[in-house]
């Protein structure tokens, strides 16, 4: 059986190898058809989980830009509210309105303003500060025509009024000798700013302090509870310590010092001899009285000093606040 095989197979090689050969492609064939299928499944697979993981980050995507929208509207909301607090009572403790003075009568206005100018000029009396007869706190101008002024310029004037009546209270307070003059350099206008959150009108104050009030009289102003005061710029002359026509001291050459040998008295003649000279020299001789030499008290006084200050009163606008 097996020798016939052998002789079918010699006899039919080419169709054998055919066949041989057909096999060997079709085992092929189906175990790649085998392996295709299964990375098909698999990339199938994987497909699915991509789809499945891009939906979940697509979802959370939109849930966190929906988290975060909501925080920063509540994070904005948050500022708004403790910029508007923190404000609101900057503008509660330091603003000082006049408006109410538009309404008043023409001579009711007047009458408020000259009683707080003799008012400054009693609280100057009562510290013992010095200032010129009629002194008018740099309202000069206005003393004679706030009676006809705009309600507007009215309102301005009160307002500018009252910083002025705090600063001179201050001043009482302070150790000044002397308010040598108060100007406001835009008069009632205020001062340009880059910023739109106050109205500032600007102040300049020159004063004549002891030594230990140039300290005082600054810290006073930079920490009021009631006004928001910036300093600008300070500037201080010191008084001189010595009269500039102060005479030097001229030292006397000391008197020499007699021996006890020359006035000694040996015999009675020589005694009386002696107190007939002193006599004689007593009589001829007038003594001519010198004039009392200047001292220079200052060099041992604390000098007084002169300050500028240069200061803005700051009021912060309502508009300011976020809407």
Same mark, same amino acid.
């Given at each position: 059986?097996?020798?016939?095989?052998?002789? =079918?197979?010699?006899?039919?090689?080419?169709?054998?190898?055919?066949?041989?050969?057909?096999?060997?492609?079709? @085992?092929?064939?189906?175990?790649?058809?085998?392996?295709?299928?299964?990375?098909?499944?698999? /990339?199938?697979?994987?497909?699915?989980?991509?789809?499945?993981?891009?939906?979940?980050?697509?979802?959370?995507?939109?849930?966190?830009?929906?988290?975060?929208?909501?925080?920063?509207?509540?994070?904005?909301?948050?500022?708004?509210?403790?910029?508007?607090?923190?404000?609101?009572?900057?503008?509660?403790?330091?603003?000082?309105?006049?408006?109410?003075?538009?309404?008043?009568?023409?001579?009711?206005?007047?009458?408020?303003?000259?009683?707080?100018?003799?008012?400054?000029?009693?609280?100057?009396?009562?510290?013992? =500060?010095?200032?010129?007869?009629?002194?008018?706190?740099?309202?000069?101008?206005?003393?004679?025509?706030?009676?006809?002024?705009?309600?507007?310029?009215?309102?301005?004037?009160?307002?500018?009024?009252?910083?002025?009546?705090?600063?001179?209270?201050?001043?009482?307070?302070?150790?000044?000798?002397?308010?040598?003059?108060?100007?406001?350099?835009?008069? /009632?206008?205020?001062?340009?700013?880059?910023?739109?959150?106050?109205?500032?009108?600007?102040?300049?104050?020159?004063?004549?302090?002891?030594?230990?009030?140039?300290?005082?009289? /600054?810290?006073? =102003? @930079?920490?009021?509870?009631?006004?928001?005061?910036?300093?600008?710029?300070?500037?201080?002359? @010191?008084?001189?310590?010595?009269?500039?026509?102060?005479?030097? /001291?001229?030292?006397?050459?000391?008197?020499?010092?007699?021996?006890?040998?020359?006035?000694?008295? @040996?015999?009675?003649?020589?005694?009386?001899?002696?107190?007939?000279?002193?006599?004689?020299?007593?009589?001829?001789?007038?003594?001519?009285?010198?004039?009392?030499?200047?001292?220079?008290?200052?060099?041992?006084?604390?000098?007084?000093?002169?300050?500028?200050?240069?200061?803005?009163? =700051?009021?912060?606008?309502?508009?300011?606040?976020?809407?």
């Amino acid at each position: 059986m097996k020798d016939k095989i052998l002789e =079918i197979i010699k006899d039919n090689k080419a169709n054998v190898a055919l066949l041989v050969s057909v096999f060997v492609v079709s @085992t092929v064939l189906f175990k790649l058809s085998f392996v295709y299928k299964s990375e098909t499944a698999k /990339l199938q697979e994987e497909k699915a989980r991509l789809g499945n993981d891009t939906q979940q980050i697509n979802s959370t995507k939109y849930k966190l830009d929906d988290l975060n929208r909501k925080l920063s509207q509540d994070n904005i909301a948050s500022l708004k509210s403790g910029f508007n607090d923190y404000y609101s009572s900057l503008i509660e403790d330091y603003n000082h309105d006049a408006s109410a003075v538009a309404e008043m009568r023409s001579e009711d206005v007047q009458d408020k303003f000259l009683e707080s100018i003799e008012s400054l000029r009693k609280i100057c009396e009562s510290a013992e =500060i010095v200032v010129t007869d009629e002194f008018n706190f740099s309202f000069d101008d206005e003393v004679s025509r706030v009676f006809k002024m705009e309600a507007r310029d009215k309102v301005k004037v009160m307002e500018q009024l009252v910083a002025i009546e705090n600063l001179v209270k201050i001043i009482a307070s302070s150790g000044v000798v002397e308010i040598s003059s108060v100007s406001r350099p835009n008069q /009632l206008e205020e001062t340009q700013m880059g910023e739109a959150y106050a109205k500032v009108y600007t102040f300049v104050l020159v004063l004549k302090v002891k030594p230990e009030g140039f300290g005082t009289v /600054l810290n006073k =102003i @930079t920490n009021d509870k009631q006004f928001y005061y910036r300093i600008n710029s300070v500037s201080m002359v @010191t008084a001189a310590q010595v009269d500039k026509d102060l005479v030097p /001291l001229m030292l006397k050459e000391a008197a020499p010092i007699k021996s006890p040998d020359e006035d000694k008295v @040996t015999s009675v003649d020589d005694l009386l001899n002696q107190v007939e000279g002193e006599a004689l020299l007593s009589e001829e001789v007038e003594v001519e009285v010198e004039p009392e030499e200047r001292v220079n008290i200052r060099a041992f006084e604390a000098p007084e000093q002169t300050m500028k200050i240069s200061l803005d009163w =700051i009021q912060f606008k309502a508009s300011y606040l976020e809407q």
